[in-house]
């Protein structure tokens, strides 16, 4: 069975279920597991659709199959079943920590305001017996902070001779695939090699929170946030806390998260773990909860520090993504030009999802920025590029149309159709979240002196930097009917 949109002869793609009322029976949820009644009994063991496939060029292995396929609720439940069980060598500690796209999707689905969804969901995911909760919105702030930087440092090398601009982000998972695995060459130079946010907060979590784990164990003041119990002594100790003692769930908006789950993984001198063990759909939480009869108290979202919560939902600076577009493009206007630009005003060309942002001074374009959502759009701009005609210093680049709140986990109808009506919903709640700058964040200044010793050090670089694969281009790579 092939992608619609598919030149290849033969997919591995994985089909989504036909079935949405399958039941898994390998892994029953909790509250079966102890004979409660009815919980999750019709809980959909949910897949990637074909249409998902956004690098058509066989871009799944057979071992990257298998592995995509326990990235669902079936492999979460494993681990809050086997957390009960008396055989404490087996228990983990539980995080889960959640996009800031997915919040409006839980507002709008249960009609709260975006800080009581918040708040219903950290209480679900802590009923069901998850130790933390946490918001990427930190790791988000060190993806477009590490972005700015490399910028600045691309316009300065920038020549005739060394060809780094555009540089073209390299958040969604989506778009990276298809470059990776269909474009290869001359295209992923031009990627940013800061991580994403989900690969920076995997390191967070199995590095930065880990070691936090054994300080607090250590000076005697670790209990379960929320709960009160105290973790299982072989759990967290200072011999045994590695990252494979933490269970990592990200919950998140697109299914090709799933995919980047598989990428990478986060590396130490002692351990290497992969940075997320399972990420779930916005729209597979939100069936849990619905279909749960378990009695559950609003919880305040966990933060990396102790025991300080996180009272306050804020976002960054984009219409429906984290926004490293209008970010990179401040930054790069105070640094390069000395020019403050308080709004960042956007003009749509071919259609709302391929936008132009300048900066002018005295008639001179200085800076030249795009967003380009949607892979017709993709499309475009990459055959531009491979021509030398594409006139932008930096491209915004999202594989879904409208930006991540129109991510196929979430936005969709029964019938796999986009749902308008709740996508605009999505728009107007997600534009009232209060913008924090990344530069404002005290505890972000904090992490790069005691976690990474330094701004700009090698320990920095090598946690918040990322490599791509540069195979030769696939023949049929732009051979794609949009």
Same mark, same amino acid.
């Given at each position: 069975m092939k992608c619609e949109h598919c030149t290849r002869k033969e997919c591995i793609k994985k089909t989504k279920t036909d079935d949405q009322e399958n039941v898994s029976e390998e892994a029953p949820s909790?509250?079966?597991?102890?004979?409660?009644?009815?919980?999750?009994?019709?809980?959909?063991?949910?897949?990637?659709?074909?249409?998902?496939?956004?690098?058509?060029?066989?871009?799944?292995?057979a071992e990257e199959g298998v592995q995509l396929s326990q990235q669902n609720a079936k492999d979460f439940f494993r681990v809050l079943n086997l957390n009960k069980k008396c055989d404490t060598s087996k228990h983990k500690v539980l995080v889960v920590s959640v996009c800031p796209q997915s919040l409006p999707y839980f507002a709008?689905?249960?009609?709260?305001?975006?800080?009581?969804?918040?708040?219903?969901?950290?209480? !679900?995911?802590?009923?069901?017996?998850?130790?933390?909760? !946490?918001?990427?919105?930190?790791a988000v702030d060190f993806s477009i902070l590490e972005s700015q930087k490399e910028f600045v440092r691309r316009y300065h090398q920038h020549s005739e001779?060394?060809?780094? #601009?555009?540089?073209?982000?390299?958040?969604?998972?989506?778009?990276?695939?298809?470059?990776?695995?269909?474009?290869?060459?001359?295209?992923?130079?031009? #990627?940013?090699?800061?991580?994403?946010?989900?690969?920076?907060?995997?390191?967070?979590?199995?590095?930065? !929170?880990?070691?936090? /784990?054994?300080?607090?164990?250590?000076?005697?003041?670790?209990?379960?946030?929320?709960?009160?119990? *105290?973790?299982?002594?072989?759990?967290?100790?200072? /011999?045994?806390?590695?990252?494979?003692?933490? !269970?990592?769930?990200?919950?998140?908006?697109?299914?090709?998260?799933?995919?980047?789950?598989?990428?990478?993984?986060?590396?130490s001198a002692s351990h290497s773990s992969r940075g997320a063990d399972c990420v779930l759909t916005s729209g597979?939480?939100? /069936?849990?909860?619905?279909?749960?009869?378990?009695?559950? /108290?609003?919880?305040?979202?966990?933060?990396?520090?102790?025991?300080?919560?996180?009272e306050r939902v804020t976002r960054h600076d984009g219409a429906s993504s984290d926004g490293h577009l209008a970010h990179v493009f401040r930054h790069a206007a105070k640094e390069l030009f000395d020019e403050d630009v308080e709004e960042v005003t956007y003009r749509a060309l071919r259609n709302k999802d391929f936008q132009e942002v300048t900066l002018e001074k005295n008639g001179q374009v200085l800076l030249r920025f795009a967003a380009a959502y949607g892979f017709r759009n993709i499309q475009n701009m990459i055959l531009k590029l491979k021509k030398g005609a594409l006139p932008y210093h930096f491209v915004e680049v999202l594989a879904c149309p409208g930006g991540c709140l129109n991510g196929r986990g979430q936005a969709q109808t029964r019938d796999g159709r986009v749902d308008k009506a709740l996508l605009r919903q999505m728009e107007g709640i997600y534009s009232?979240?209060?913008?924090? *700058?990344?530069?404002?964040?005290?505890?972000?200044?904090? #992490?790069?002196?005691?976690?990474?010793?330094?701004?700009?050090?090698?320990?920095?670089?090598?946690? #918040?930097?990322?490599?791509?694969?540069?195979?030769e281009p696939c023949a049929h790579g732009l051979d794609i009917r949009w």
């Open positions: 909790p509250a079966q597991d102890n004979g409660e009644k009815g919980e999750f009994h019709k809980l959909a063991d949910a897949k990637i659709f074909l249409s998902d496939c956004l690098a058509c060029d066989s871009c799944l292995t709008a689905k249960f009609n709260l305001s975006v800080t009581d969804a918040s708040r219903r969901l950290c209480g !679900f995911l802590k009923s069901l017996g998850v130790h933390y909760v !946490f918001d990427t919105t930190i001779e060394a060809h780094t #601009l555009p540089m073209l982000t390299s958040a969604c998972p989506g778009w990276v695939r298809y470059a990776e695995r269909v474009l290869g060459r001359p295209v992923t130079p031009h #990627l940013c090699t800061a991580k994403s946010p989900q690969q920076v907060m995997g390191s967070l979590v199995k590095d930065y !929170f880990a070691r936090q /784990q054994v300080s607090d164990l250590l000076q005697g003041r670790h209990n379960r946030p929320g709960l009160g119990q *105290p973790f299982p002594r072989d759990v967290l100790s200072p /011999q045994n806390l590695s990252p494979e003692k933490i !269970f990592h769930v990200i919950v998140a908006p697109c299914y090709d998260r799933k995919l980047e789950a598989l990428r990478e993984g986060f590396s597979e939480v939100a /069936q849990m909860m619905e279909q749960s009869d378990l009695s559950v /108290q609003d919880a305040t979202v966990d933060t990396l520090f102790g025991d300080s919560k996180e009232d979240i209060p913008v924090r *700058p990344p530069e404002t964040s005290a505890h972000v200044q904090e #992490l790069y002196q005691q976690w990474l010793e330094g701004v700009d050090s090698p320990k920095a670089q090598e946690t #918040l930097h990322t490599t791509f694969q540069s195979p």
